[in-house]
């Protein structure tokens, strides 16, 4: 049987091994509560999600930050940290960054929507989201003292959130509208956008799935691109790169439209065997995850949707540091 010392330090061990990662540090929720109502959005995740959903703060009070902060983002029925099999959260980068000496208060994430992949269709763009996520960036700027943060995004709402709330400006939905502010652009030293929906999905034009909210104006619609017949399949083959009619969600029109850089460094990753994406990327002749104007593209070939988040941890992490894949020299190809 275990001896109770023994018992005791392998406690010791498993509650730092969880504090090492999530939640806040006692550190950063103090320096959030005393702005509770500015910083409600992050609080509330705090209090509600758990050890795995939140991450972020330093582990003491004279912790030095010695790297730009990075905020990571996940997409839909996603989670800050490993929840489930189907919410793998930010995990494995968290331990990549930190093998390479990021400390705990230059690391940050909160879990935003259900962390439940059936209820992915559900989600749509809003504004408690935007600004909670604006609020957070302008917080860990504040906390850490830091010039610039980096982001790190995934997923068609990660990616779309984190471009939205980096270039600011008015918002307008169906239901809902609110002003992000001014653009971030000189206080985002890099973009990471990982497997985003910039020009919504096709299997949105899928039968049964239409009439959720991800698949619709505020969400993820790929339009129908002037064609009779937008079926799923034409929306992933049609090569021609020209739409007659450009009627893909209203929501990304206008962030494409915006002529705002998202950061300093902007790079844009996926995978051409996404299942979410779709064949080779592709909806109505363009890469959906092209984040427009991005200085660096790369794409895997067999990768899914979650394994782009999940095995690029060395891309992310050289990416933001070093504006390069893999410590090579940053190269262009689409």
């Known amino acids: 049987t ?49 050890p795995s959903g939140t991450f972020g703060g330093r582990s003491t009070v004279n912790e030095k930050i010695s790297h730009d902060p990075v905020l990571f983002i996940h997409g839909s029925g996603d989670s800050a940290l490993n929840y489930s099999k189907l919410a793998t959260g930010w995990t494995r980068s968290l331990d990549h960054f930190r093998d390479a000496g ?67 400006g008015p918002v307008h939905l169906s239901h809902e509208s609110c002003d992000l502010g001014k653009p971030l652009t000189e206080k985002i030293d890099a973009l990471v956008a990982i497997s985003g929906a910039n020009y919504g999905l096709c299997m949105c034009l899928m039968a049964g799935i239409t009439h959720f909210p991800s698949c619709g104006q505020e969400g993820f619609a790929p339009g129908h691109c002037g064609q009779q017949d937008a079926s799923y399949g034409a929306c992933m083959d049609d090569m021609t790169d020209q739409c007659d009619t450009d009627d893909y969600a209203c929501v990304l029109q206008r962030v494409n439209a915006q002529d705002v850089k ?52 060395a891309a992310q992490l050289s990416l933001v540091t070093d504006h390069t894949l893999n410590g090579g020299r940053a190269s262009r190809h689409q």
């Open 2 to 50: 275990m001896s109770i010392a023994a018992l005791l330090l392998s406690l010791a061990t498993t509650a730092a091994a969880a504090a090492a990662h999530g939640p806040f540090t006692p550190d950063f929720v103090g320096f959030m509560e005393r702005n509770s109502e500015y910083n409600e959005y992050a609080l509330s995740s705090f209090k509600s999600n758990g």
């Open 102 to 168: 990021y400390k705990s208060g230059e690391l940050y994430g909160l879990t935003y929507g259900q962390r439940d992949i059936n209820y992915a269709l559900n989600s749509k763009i809003n504004c408690s989201d935007l600004l909670g996520l604006r609020h957070f960036i302008e917080t860990i700027l504040e906390y850490t003292e830091a010039e610039k943060i980096d982001i790190v995004a995934h997923g068609e709402m990660g990616v779309t959130l984190a471009r939205m709330v980096a270039k600011g």
């Open 262 to 313: 998202e950061a300093g460094f902007v790079a844009s990753l996926w995978s051409n065997a996404d299942e979410v994406l779709g064949r080779n990327n592709m909806v109505w002749g363009r890469r959906t995850s092209l984040v427009p104007g991005s200085d660096f593209t790369h794409a895997y070939e067999g990768y899914r949707h979650a394994e782009t988040k999940d095995e690029t941890v």
